[in-house]
């Protein structure tokens, strides 16, 4: 059956908002059990294989830097287009919001990759600033990391733990210490666990971490980094293409535009960012 005119995600998808900021605020993550649509979760399957197919080695997990103007990266970005999740990514990362690039993740049967216990700090790209004052009072806008599902993630599937609470805290900031090692040992580790078509946003402190896929069957996934608006995001967002946007749906409240040229250009490039601005 065909979603409503202008309804990108689930449905059911935005309802509950309040509640999961309330769970996002004291856990510093937060699980959408309503996401993509089952025929929206084929097409990023389908677009998903063929990015890995065409332009990776066979042996090759990751693409990172996806270009936002090709096509197979179209239906990724139709997800972007959502006003209601554009909704709840600006009552924590504000206006202009930034997605610093697209990336795709795969962990095939057996895969032995894995990213151990670590917070991220997203300062030296995007020039964010942490203190322990602001972690503490969990201040806004801020960072955060958009998660997507295309298969199940588990802990046994190379999924994400996370320490629930601890994202009040400047830990160990991006590399793996004593500090956080403890947190994940004491702190009540829980499993981050999405069905295909689930997703889930985090905070940068929250620790976590991705296990070895230890199942039966691969799980990809795709994320976007999102982060405020910034000086240092400014002084690199001279150059993009003017003649380029996308538009959310269904009203039109907001604009996507590329922020930079490496945002739409077929030469491979990790920083693709694509700015989201409120529309008159």
Sequence with gaps: MEPPTGVILDEDFGTGVEESL????????????SFLRPLHLQELQTSFDERLRELLADDVEVDLGVNWACETAEPFLRVLQDERLLDFLVELCGLPLVAMRLELFEKRPGSSNLIPWHQDTYTTHVGFQWSSETADQAAKPH???????????????????MVPGRH?????????????????AHGHCVEYKLFPGQAGVHHPLTPHRSTANQSSHSRRAFLVRLVPWSETIQSRCADGPSEVSWISQPTGKYEWRPGNAAATSPERALNRLLVCFPRQ
Excluded at 150 to 158: I, P, R, T, V, W
Excluded at 168 to 184: H, N, S, T, Y
């Design 22 to 33: 309330a769970r996002f605020d004291e856990d510093g993550f937060c699980i959408f059990q």
């Design 143 to 161: 960072p955060l990391t958009l998660w997507v599902a295309l298969d199940l993630a588990s802990a046994e599937s190379g999924g994400m733990e």
């Design 168 to 184: 009040r805290e400047l830990l160990g900031a991006a590399v793996p210490k004593a500090a956080i090692l403890d947190a994940a």
